[in-house]
């Protein structure tokens, strides 16, 4: 009787065991795992806005456009400059030669450059926090897998208004990890395809009345997007940390004079019915990802995705198959050689089971 309490003992703590494991190496997947998929997503959105760079360059020319004119070839715009007085609490920015007018691109250029949905749209970066990411088309859950994205229902950064840009703060490449950390006068640069523009972090009081770089609004907060009569960039991520019960808000000033507007589609390819759908279905997923939006389309966004419940069960079932039939082989043959046989199919089935996963559980 002691023999069968200890065995059964023994099992359950086996158990228990493996279950911890289980979750540490999924906490390591989500924490990791899912930046290596960022990283390769970022070196495939550099390459793609390279190449966009490089056929409008072409194009100019084929256009037979001066490189010089301001209306037509992208420029950069002058940082903000230190005060006289002291340095200034902005990370140091190299300065072009002159300050040039803002550019435009003709109209039958930029409809070859046309971004479609998740495609790179340009580069944001915040030197005093170590972001430098390529940003893209589109703020859905699978968007933001590969990096910060905009809002199509805001105008473009370097365009006149207020243009807001969405990022993780816990996975997927973690852009927006140390967002409260920025400070008022801290310089955000975003290159587009219409040039480099500066961008000066605003103050904001928090509890103890301290200026601080960002402020903190529920989700249901719609105004932080909106246009507040100036040209401005809005940077949205999940509060706190590892939880998207709230937002963090970034807000900054444009540097000199804005680009005018350039339209970005906002659907993938197709016409028609299917066209439609994608854009039915864009509407939907745009709504959702707003920083202010009803209760229950964040959840819908943010919340549970339960369609992956099945075939997380499917695939976790196939790692449990693997492991019985890993100790069945052990004791039929030899227990090492039959655990290093097994072990690369269990790993695959549940890298595959943490992939469901993640997309069944609350973006963060």
């Given amino acids: 009787m002691e023999s069968r309490l200890s065995t059964v003992i023994g099992a359950i703590g086996r158990l228990l065991i493996g279950l911890g494991l289980t979750v540490l190496a999924f906490a390591g997947y989500q924490l990791w795992g899912t930046g290596l998929q960022e990283e390769r997503a970022q070196n495939s959105l550099e390459d793609d806005f390279e190449e966009?760079?490089?056929?409008?360059?072409?194009?100019?020319e084929e256009a037979d456009t001066?490189?010089?004119?301001?209306?037509?070839?992208?420029?950069?715009?002058?940082?903000?400059?230190?005060?006289?007085?002291?340095?200034?609490?902005?990370?140091?920015?190299?300065?072009?030669?002159?300050?040039a007018a803002p550019p435009s691109i003709a109209?039958?250029?930029?409809?070859e450059l046309l971004p479609a949905r998740g495609e790179a749209?340009?580069?944001?970066?915040?030197?005093?926090?170590?972001?430098?990411?390529?940003?893209?088309?589109?703020?859905?859950?699978?968007?933001?897998?590969?990096?910060?994205?905009?809002?199509?229902t805001t105008p473009l950064p370097g365009q006149e208004g207020n243009a807001a840009i969405a990022g993780h703060r816990t996975t997927y490449g973690q852009p927006f990890h140390n967002l409260d950390l920025v400070q008022p006068g801290d310089v955000i640069e975003v290159e587009t395809l219409q040039g480099v523009f500066f961008y000066e972090v605003e103050g904001h009081a928090n509890a103890d009345g301290d200026a601080v770089g960002h402020f903190i609004v529920d989700p249901s907060r719609t105004d932080v997007v909106e246009d507040h009569g100036d040209n401005r960039l809005t940077l949205t991520a999940c509060h706190p940390k590892y939880s998207a019960r709230q937002r963090i808000i970034v807000t900054a000033v444009m540097v000199g004079e804005p680009a005018p507007p350039l339209p970005i589609t906002t659907t993938t390819q197709g016409s028609g019915e299917e066209q439609l759908g994608a854009d039915e279905d864009?509407?939907?997923?745009?709504?959702?990802?707003?920083?202010?939006?009803?209760?229950?389309?964040?959840?819908?966004?943010?919340?549970?995705?339960w369609e992956e419940l099945n075939i997380t069960l499917v695939w976790a079932a196939l790692c449990c198959f693997v492991l019985f039939a890993g100790w069945l082989l052990g004791r039929q043959w030899r227990k090492w050689p039959a655990y290093v046989a097994t072990a690369p199919v269990f790993l695959f089935a549940m890298f595959i089971t943490f992939g469901h996963l993640d997309r069944m559980l609350p973006a963060l």
């Avoid at 968007?143 to 994205?149: A, C, I, K, S």
Wanted: glycine residues 10%; aromatic residues 2%; charged residues 15%.
């Fill in 121 to 152: 749209l340009g580069h944001i970066r915040i030197p005093s926090i170590g972001v430098d990411k390529v940003f893209i088309n589109g703020v859905g859950r699978d968007d933001l897998r590969t990096g910060p994205g905009h809002y199509p």
């Fill in 107 to 111: 109209p039958a250029l930029a409809a």
């Fill in 66 to 99: 001066p490189a010089s004119a301001p209306t037509t070839a992208p420029t950069t715009t002058q940082p903000p400059a230190a005060e006289p007085d002291g340095p200034t609490t902005a990370p140091s920015v190299t300065a072009p030669p002159t300050t």
């Fill in 282 to 305: 864009l509407a939907a997923e745009d709504e959702g990802n707003t920083v202010g939006i009803e209760e229950e389309t964040l959840e819908e966004s943010l919340g549970w995705h």
């Fill in 52 to 60: 966009r760079q490089a056929a409008l360059q072409l194009l100019t």
